[in-house]
């Protein structure tokens, strides 16, 4: 049995060269969206209103990491979670007291946020290095075929890895050696974003282009293959269709989105799409057994149900805010804003039930929920812990 893990902008088109072939890397929807609303036309977020707390939330400690400008995420195992900053700075955090576990300076940037199994961690660097710490100490680094956006996966004493390139690595995680690499077809254009890569029971599954794949983590092989979305329209960008994190897992269900394309469920068991359902969103979503949360590309929150994609409630309060994917919190689903804000909303109809404020800089990383603590990070750099009462 494979472990299950426990997913920000980037300002301008960067240019890659991966095996040979060139590639155009989106940063997130902050450059699509740019190019069709600009200047005084680009719509303002929505006025927020005052909000009677109904769930009551404590903060109860703050820690300081680092600015954060790659697609952050917050690795959590049991009481503690562990992150990383722009710059090469990763620790290990008690999301009980806010203390470091470890901290350490690899003195090299990063381009994807952090994976571990509680005990091994790994990082991408901007060179195209992985690296494996354990315990606060590098244990060894190894030179990938392609950049990375998505943090490493790590299970069963391996490190698994989704490169731009649209291929999967996996390496022996104690010497670094690497067991085996499933490529798949390439398209022009990738997501600066952090795509799909977890395992469910014995199958590891990898989000390649529109496309949700399940390999034996043995040998890489292919297993079964879904389609979630088609690439459409007349250019390389319209045709984008990356699968982002982070995903809903409920048993052996999982729902995905497809970038701004659609959303759908799959029984990863079997390798089998329960549904999906055109939307325009490009950040990941969350779900609980009955509904499936998800943020639009213009803030609208809204939400199908699990068992057959039809619409549930949906919400306008926060358009057009910056919003991250949402996390569900007990009764609530947490969502970040470009402001500095977390929002709760209810999970049963979307009504605001508290919001919390930080540093006044962007939430870059899908609110985490580590044990009882409720994790937040900024794009400035500070990690926020909060008690949901």
Not at 102 to 122: C, E, F, I, Q
Not at 126 to 149: C, F, H, M, P, S
Not at 150 to 159: D, E, K, L, N, S
């Amino acid at each position: 049995m494979i472990g299950t893990p426990s997913s920000p902008f980037a300002a301008s088109w960067l240019s890659a060269l991966f095996s040979g072939w060139r590639y155009l890397v989106t940063g997130l929807a902050l450059v699509l969206l740019a190019s069709c609303s600009g200047g005084a036309n680009q719509p303002k977020p929505a006025q927020l209103k005052p909000v009677v707390p109904v769930v009551a939330v404590q903060q109860i400690w703050t820690a300081r990491l680092g600015t954060v400008s790659f697609p952050m995420t917050v690795s959590a195992s049991g009481n503690s979670l562990i992150a990383a900053a722009s710059d090469g700075v990763v620790a290990a955090i008690d999301a009980r007291t806010g203390r470091d576990i470890w901290r350490l300076n690899l003195v090299t940037p990063l381009a994807a946020g952090v994976g571990s199994d509680g005990r091994m961690a790994a990082v991408v660097t901007l060179g195209n290095e992985l690296v494996v710490i354990v315990d606060g100490r590098e244990i060894w680094r190894e030179k990938l075929t392609a950049q990375a956006y998505t943090a490493p996966f790590v299970a069963g004493g391996r490190i698994f890895v989704l490169t731009a390139d649209r291929a999967v690595h996996a390496f022996d995680g104690n010497s670094g050696r690497k067991l085996w690499t499933q490529q798949r077809p390439t398209e022009p254009l990738v997501l600066r974003q952090a795509g799909v890569l977890l395992a469910v029971g014995d199958t590891l599954v990898a989000g390649l282009a529109g496309r949700i794949a399940g390999l034996n983590p043995a040998n890489g092989s292919l297993r079964w293959e879904v389609p979630i979305a088609s690439p459409r329209g007349i250019n390389d960008v319209e045709r984008l269709v990356d699968l982002v994190g982070p995903v809903s897992r409920l048993n052996e269900v999982l729902c995905v989105r497809a970038f701004q394309a659609s959303v759908g469920c799959v029984n990863a068991d079997r390798g089998i799409l329960q549904w999906t359902k055109p939307a325009d969103g490009s950040v990941g979503l969350d779900g609980d057994g009955r509904l499936v949360f998800a943020v639009e590309s213009d803030g609208k929150v809204v939400s199908w149900k699990r068992a057959d994609g039809e619409s549930g409630w949906s919400s306008d309060q926060l358009r057009y805010r910056g919003l991250t994917a949402p996390r569900v919190v007990g009764r609530s689903i947490a969502i970040g804003d470009a402001s500095g804000f977390v929002h709760l909303l209810s999970r049963e109809d979307g009504t605001l039930v508290n919001r919390l404020t930080t540093d006044g800089s962007a939430i870059v990383a899908t609110p985490t929920l580590v044990g009882e603590t409720l994790v937040v990070v900024t794009r400035a750099g500070t990690i926020f812990g909060f008690r949901p009462q």
